[in-house]
């Protein structure tokens, strides 16, 4: 009796449990608070950061600022104002906290007291500030604005008005960009400004250049620094004239504050890549990350030793074959710190200036935003159950400590699937990485549908993180086991395996999906091979229409989200024309072998999937034409189809509303051909 009164327990507890949570959805997706900016204190005892919170009424997200003791403790939030407050910076003597807000509409510099009180508006310029830093010695300010070249803030504000108020739509251009990312070019360039901090006339650094800094669409302060002693400033651009749209060589310059002296390239030698500056604590040495293959946008990031008194240089990594995407010096100046992609991992290494040893100190789950605190190091970290976290550590990777639990209460609603890693022989019989993840609420007796994610890039990877739009626990979630593989041509496992995938876009990709798709099912009995429906955007997309022609019996339905039907027109739709001359080896008049080979378009008589279309009229890197042409092709050989078209998105979806959609759209897909 009382073994049975024990289960009647359990049953009912059990019964509460799943009354009280659900399993993960769109709505939590998109609801879910979001972390960045980690600041630490001068004193290295206070970390300052923004937490994004969702605005469903809105439709957009809006952003506060928040600090927490270097122990956990004393977790709060410092602005509350229903404006943006976002990229904040820490005053030298610590006191204070400068960011940037959008309380006028446009948005300006602020400074608020770290410990309590109301914030105080420091400028009243009449165009957008971004890009917030501060001096090393606390006199000046630097910030970006987006102005003409070679005219002042106030006439370039003039200019807008007039152009607002013409009565001429038309533009010209005799140079590209002609529009870029989601953006059409109108002839700014976002410009450094310095000011102290008492005030004063904003000092372009930048006048006369043609150029931008920090770099777009994704550059941010990573792409600017001070000078030790104050004097100066070194920031990225690209300054090549007309042949923008197919350089990769951005530069890094320096300028005086008080712009007696214009910018001077320190880099020129190069002509790939150079970004990323940071001044060692001694002052006696500038880091930065350098790429060395000219018009390769994925080549490896070297680490770069700049001798700041004599211009010697030399790479500290060359014998690495990971690439660095952020770095910071130890307070002694005697070791780096990188972040890198690594087997799907987002880990964090030590490195030593003498010896150039290297030590992985971090490799499970994605490091976001690191940085030192006296003897710890402080970051962001996610995985594929939870959202980004502030944790910090020792300095040889041990003594792990969470410091917020921003998002606890919404986690203990939400029930996810469990995930793992597995590897399997690829292309050449290599080694290749993939996660799956179980669908909520595993059963071990039963079969489930899979919804097999193709990653976009091609130089990217599905690892372990908590992504925003393409999260396989949103599937998991829905019913369906998710299964990714990292195809020769991902990013964190070598550079030789990242360029694998140049001139073969259709080739060591699809052979390395179809055998991790086959090595899935074998491993993992619980997967119903018979119901699998295929998921990509952007290179994903290209490789879903692929996938329709040349792999045309696998899957009971496919999702194409701005992806190519056409590389070969792709090319003249869009801006950045490195990418396709860099992986199809050439341009098309040039190497038109090289966009016919693997051109979705030639096999389009071979379609016969349903297949779901999704695009966005924002998109300047994949044309909508792109999307539209998949569809026509879908609508005129018969095949079920549907398009999803969304006027106002990008490259991707961002807007809430239109992210919930998208998800109930394809996950709709799924269950009409899957379940």
Request: negative net charge; charged residues 20%; proline residues 6%.
């Amino acid at each position: 009796m009382r073994w049975i009164f024990f289960m009647l327990i359990l049953v009912f507890a059990s019964t509460q449990l799943a009354a009280v949570t659900h399993p993960f959805n769109v709505n939590d997706l998109v609801t879910m608070k979001r972390i960045s900016e980690p600041q630490v204190s001068p004193d290295g005892k206070q970390i300052v950061f923004v937490v994004r919170k969702t605005d469903m009424e809105a439709n957009k997200g809006r952003t506060d600022l928040w600090i927490v003791n270097i122990d956990g403790s004393n977790l709060r939030q410092v602005t509350t104002h229903p404006a943006n407050d976002y990229n904040p910076r820490w005053s030298s003597d610590g006191k204070d906290i400068w960011f940037l807000s959008t309380r006028t509409d446009i948005a300006q510099i602020r400074k608020i007291s770290a410990s309590a009180g109301e914030s105080q508006q420091i400028t009243d310029l009449p165009l957008d500030a971004s890009n917030l830093i501060v001096s090393p010695t606390g006199t000046h300010l630097a910030f970006t604005m987006d102005v003409f070249p070679g005219m002042s803030i106030t006439d370039t504000k003039a200019k807008l008005d007039a152009i607002e108020n013409s009565k001429v739509s038309g533009r010209i251009y005799e140079q590209l960009f002609i529009r870029h990312w989601d953006t059409w070019n109108d002839g700014r360039r976002s410009h450094m400004f310095v000011i102290p901090v008492s005030g004063g006339n904003p000092v372009d650094v930048m006048l006369n250049m043609d150029a931008d800094t920090p770099s777009k669409p994704f550059g941010g302060t990573e792409e600017i620094t001070f000078t030790p002693d104050g004097k100066s400033i070194v920031f990225t651009a690209k300054d090549v004239g007309r042949s923008e749209a197919w350089s990769t060589d951005y530069d890094l310059y320096v300028a005086s504050i008080d712009g007696s002296t214009p910018p001077r390239c320190i880099t020129a030698s190069n002509e790939a890549w150079d970004i990323g500056p940071v001044f060692s604590p001694d002052g006696k040495t500038l880091a930065y990350l350098a790429m060395a293959r000219p018009g390769y946008e994925a080549d490896r990031y070297r680490v770069m030793l700049y001798d700041w008194k004599t211009g010697a240089v030399r790479s500290l990594t060359e014998d690495w074959s990971l690439s660095p995407s952020e770095i910071f010096w130890s307070p002694d100046s005697k070791k780096i710190y990188a972040k890198a992609d690594y087997l799907a991992q987002g880990a964090l290494f030590e490195i030593e200036i003498k010896s150039g040893k290297r030590t992985l100190v971090r490799s499970d789950g994605t490091v976001r935003s690191p940085g030192c605190a006296g003897d710890r190091l402080v970051f962001g970290l996610d995985n594929l159950k939870s959202p980004v976290e502030l944790y910090s550590m020792k300095t040889n990777g041990k003594g792990l400590k969470q410091l917020t639990t921003i998002n606890a209460d919404k986690l203990a609603t939400i029930r996810f699937g469990d995930y793992e890693q597995f590897t399997f022989a690829g292309w050449n019989n290599e080694t290749v990485y993939g996660y799956l993840v179980k669908p909520v609420d595993f059963d071990p007796d039963k079969k489930y549908p899979v919804a097999f994610l193709i990653h976009g890039g091609p130089q990217g990877s599905f690892g372990n993180d908590f992504h925003y739009r393409w999260n396989p626990q949103s599937y998991a979630g829905a019913g369906y086991a998710a299964v990714m593989v990292d195809f020769h041509g991902s990013t964190g496992y070598g550079q030789e395996f990242c360029d694998a995938i140049r001139g073969d876009w259709g080739g060591k990709p699809l052979e390395d999906l179809q055998k991790g798709l086959a090595a899935a099912l074998a491993k993992y009995p619980f997967l119903d091979g018979d119901h699998v429906g295929a998921l990509g955007a952007s290179y994903g997309g290209y490789m879903i229409n692929w996938i329709a022609g040349n792999w045309p019996d696998r899957f009971r339905c496919l999702v194409c989200h701005d992806g190519n039907i056409d590389e070969r027109m792709a090319y003249f739709d869009t801006e950045e024309l490195w990418f396709p001359e860099w992986d199809h080896e050439g341009t098309p008049w040039d190497n038109p072998e090289g966009y016919e080979k693997h051109n979705p378009v030639n096999f389009v008589k071979n379609w016969k999937t349903p297949m779901l279309v999704v695009h966005g009229g924002q998109d300047f890197r994949v044309a909508e034409t792109q999307g539209f042409g998949t569809f026509n092709a879908l609508q005129r050989r018969g095949i079920p189809s549907k398009l999803l078209y969304f006027p106002d998105e990008n490259h991707w979806v961002l807007k809430p509303h239109n992210s919930i959609l998208w998800h109930n759209t394809v996950i709709g897909w799924l269950d009409q051909w899957c379940k």
